[in-house]
């Protein structure tokens, strides 16, 4: 199974690259316009509002990684605007998952009660994506 679309949600360029590599060198997704990225909540809430009302044919992902470090509104912010969001205008969003440097137990629970799918800790390895997309993919 493949990942028909991701959203990296993160404003460190860096890690948005490794990511993307890591999801492509482990066949995740067919090619790389299949991995969107934002450098920031408001930005990604801006592509999944923008995709949908365009009907963009990479949109919604199936699979969204949310940093919780960003200026402005943080990963935390992001997933209290999505969930209503997604439920607002239906949806087709498979797994909403923290992807972070932060081990911290309360990060964790935090992303739980908000209603993230999981915590991933950074960065994003071979198996880790493989597994997403086995699970998520289509």
């Given at each position: 199974m493949k990942l028909r679309s991701v959203l990296l949600v993160d404003d460190n360029p860096?890690?948005?690259?490794?990511?993307?590599?890591?999801?492509?060198?482990?066949?995740?997704?067919?090619?790389?316009?299949?991995?969107?990225?934002?450098?920031?909540?408001?930005?990604?809430?801006?592509?999944?509002?923008?995709?949908?009302?365009?009907?963009?044919?990479?949109?919604?992902?199936?699979?969204?990684?949310?940093?919780?470090?960003?200026p402005g509104m943080n990963g935390f912010?992001?997933?209290?605007?999505?969930?209503?969001?997604?439920?607002?205008?239906?949806?087709?969003?498979a797994a909403v998952f923290m992807l972070s440097s932060s081990v911290r137990q309360s990060d964790r629970e935090r992303a739980t009660a908000l209603g993230f799918t999981g915590y991933i800790t950074k960065p994003l390895t071979r198996d880790m994506a493989l597994e997403l997309a086995n699970r998520w993919g289509t």
């Open positions: 860096f890690d948005n690259e490794i990511h993307t590599l890591t999801l492509l060198r482990a066949g995740a997704v067919e090619s790389a316009d299949q991995i969107h990225v934002a450098l920031s909540g408001e930005a990604a809430l801006t592509l999944l509002a923008e995709g949908l009302r365009d009907g963009m044919p990479h949109h919604p992902p199936r699979l969204v990684l949310v940093d919780i470090n960003m912010e992001f997933m209290e605007k999505l969930a209503p969001w997604i439920k607002a205008n239906d949806v087709d969003t």
